[in-house]
């Protein structure tokens, strides 16, 4: 089969390996209850909602794999999308390199995506995959900030911070996930970018590629603190309600 007529495949890492301190002592953020199901599974079942894609692999805390299984079994999910769960490592950037390992062959395009953002509408998915398969190498999702920014410096000794800068909010942009990547590229990102990074898009701008951005969505808030949680469970009351969710 060639290229032309190969199907085109798209799977999901989904890193979810962090312990997630801020939002309290407990089990690790991926695992914390959104309405009677953990949020993992929220985000799973969000990136599984895209016809595009054809697997999500998980990666687990080091030693939490089997449990993670157990929850993914336990919970239903879109017969069409397989799932694996391999265990992560000490970093974000390691865990989403043995994710990247365990895919198998013929991949084209790789989205990454936080486990704490289990809301993602599915039209936000699709528009990641459409970008990718048109020929972006690396697109992300992002919002317009509504708060002007300061750029600062930090104080020392914990005290005032002294503004430096004001940039100009309309060239700026609040990232979201899941981010869209070439898979050749990806790879290449994690084999040869090192240091602190924030996101895979960090990465691939350090190799030099254009990343490029299409908008993001309000309900595709990251999970982070307690007020966070009472947020999402106001979406998913209001998904109920409205959308038959």
């Known amino acids: 089969m060639s290229d ?13 390996a962090g312990r997630g301190v801020r939002l309290g002592p407990g089990a690790p953020k991926a695992l914390r209850m959104l309405s009677g199901t953990p949020i993992l599974v929220h985000a799973v079942r969000a990136m599984a909602a895209s016809r595009a894609v054809s697997l999500v692999v998980v990666v687990a ?3 939490g794999a089997p449990e993670v299984k157990r ?24 865990s989403v390199r043995l ?9 084209d395009t790789v989205l990454v995506h936080d486990a704490a953002r289990p809301l993602v509408p599915v039209d936000t998915v699709d528009s990641v995959v459409a970008a990718v398969r048109e020929g972006a190498v690396a697109v992300v999702p992002a919002l317009p900030l509504a708060d002007t920014v300061k750029e600062v410096a930090p104080s020392p000794g914990g005290g005032p911070e002294r503004v430096v800068a004001t940039p100009e909010r309309a060239r700026l942009r609040a990232v979201q996930t899941p ?19 924030t996101d895979d898009a960090g990465m691939v701008e350090a190799l030099g590629p254009d990343v490029v951005v299409v908008p993001g969505h309000e309900e595709a808030f990251k999970v982070t603190r307690p007020l966070d949680l009472v947020l999402a469970e ?12």
């Open 99 to 107: 994710g990247l390992e365990a895919l198998p062959e013929g991949i």
């Open 179 to 197: 981010q869209g990547f070439d898979h050749a590229t990806l790879v290449r990102a994690h084999r040869e970018i090192a240091g602190a990074v």
């Open 234 to 245: 106001a979406v998913l009351a209001r998904r109920r309600a409205h959308d038959g969710f």
């Open 61 to 63: 805390p080091p030693d």
């Open 71 to 94: 929850l993914l079994d336990e919970h239903s999910l879109p017969e069409r999308t397989d799932y694996l769960v391999v265990p992560g490592g000490e970093s974000r950037q390691e």
């Open 4 to 16: 032309e007529t190969r199907p085109h495949r798209t799977a999901v890492v989904i890193p979810a």
